[in-house]
């Protein structure tokens, strides 16, 4: 029996992608699967950021037959020049990280790092495996664009980020990702790496209704968190306002975060509240119930300063087409392209878009219902046949067969 070892940098230990999906689809395959994740001032966090002080208190446990080893998080990237050095040093004697430690005591088969820090981590452990002369895989899996280029951080600790990461590419074993264009990137970084996209995709839903109620009235959705850091709420706020003037426009919101009904539902005047359903977070598994009412699902990014939101394909995108829901986006290039493809949404073509530019084309949406009908028909039929996650699983455990 195969031992993988997943190493957690930065993410919920619960998140979808690491835990819900590949974690579990391994487990089902027969691997015993062992998680280092960290820990935030001695307590877990959930996805939502939300601090776990009442369980998972363990240093080590299981869930849901997952193996969970636990550390105190530290912040490596203020010391980035001495990770690059130790990097450059070819040795491993100075990986003193927690996550490297741990990681080298489970001497698993195959390691699978989920950010650029836990790559650099998994480094650490592949080569202290290996002088010690035990052979082990290691998998880098690219859930964004690290560094990206175009966000706000100093240009030397961009180059040296993009030194490392070529390092770490010569090292590696296999490359996964999240969108065409991630892979195209790290292509041009290092032209012979073995990388294969698998998509934020979730299981498809058992309970699709397609019928959507016939009225003029269109529902909006977001899901995912929504906060000063993410989303905008004040856009999407005055995207509800301006198509009240054109046609009737309800929001739901499915997720939100911490302290989001008292910092931004409470601030709203009664009649533009009462716009808005909001169910706040909800279990991975109850997404399509929150799902079925809404028409159009909404997602903005700042594509014009960030590379990584123009390539992304966010876990929300599959989650509305696996509801049956259409999409309207911004100008990001991986989205357009899959939305062009498989006719499956709106795109508005600006790389950082306003709301009177999502007004205009939810206009033009709203006048013609059988359109929408259309658009989610197809966005069904394409998560049923190419991108459920039953799809991507393939594709992940012909990764691990090949590493195996």
Known sequence: MKRVCFLVSEHSFLD??????????????????????????????????SVLKETFLSQTFSHEGINVVTYEQLELEKHI???YHHLRSGGHSRFNHPLTKIGIDQKAD???AHEFMSLYAGIGIKRALTANGRQCKLIYDSHELEPDPLVNESRNTHNIKMKMLKLMLSELDHVITVSESIKTWHRTIHPHVPIDVIYNSPPLAAEYNPSKAATREIVLGYEGTLNRKRGNFRKLIHILKKCQQHFPLKVKIIGGGKHFERDYLQQLVPHVKEKIAYTGWVNYEAIPEAMKEVDIGWIDLDA??????????????FSYLNNGVP??????????NFIKAYNCGYTVKKQQATAGDYVRTLIHAASDRNKIRE?????RNIMETMYSWEHMEKRLFTVYRQLS
Do not use: W
């Not at 690491?18 to 996805?47: C, E, H, N």
């Open 327 to 336: 999409v309207i986006v911004n100008q990001c290039t991986d989205m357009e």
């Open 81 to 83: 020049k001495a990770l």
């Open 16 to 49: 979808a992608r690491i835990f819900k999906k590949q974690a579990k689809s391994l487990l089902k395959q027969g691997y015993t699967v062992t998680m280092i994740v960290p820990r935030r001032k001695g307590y877990l966090f959930a996805v939502d950021g």
């Open 110 to 112: 195959i390691y699978h």
């Open 375 to 379: 658009m989610g028909s197809s966005a």
């Open 304 to 317: 014009a300063n960030s590379l990584n939101n123009r390539f992304a394909m966010p876990n929300k995108f």
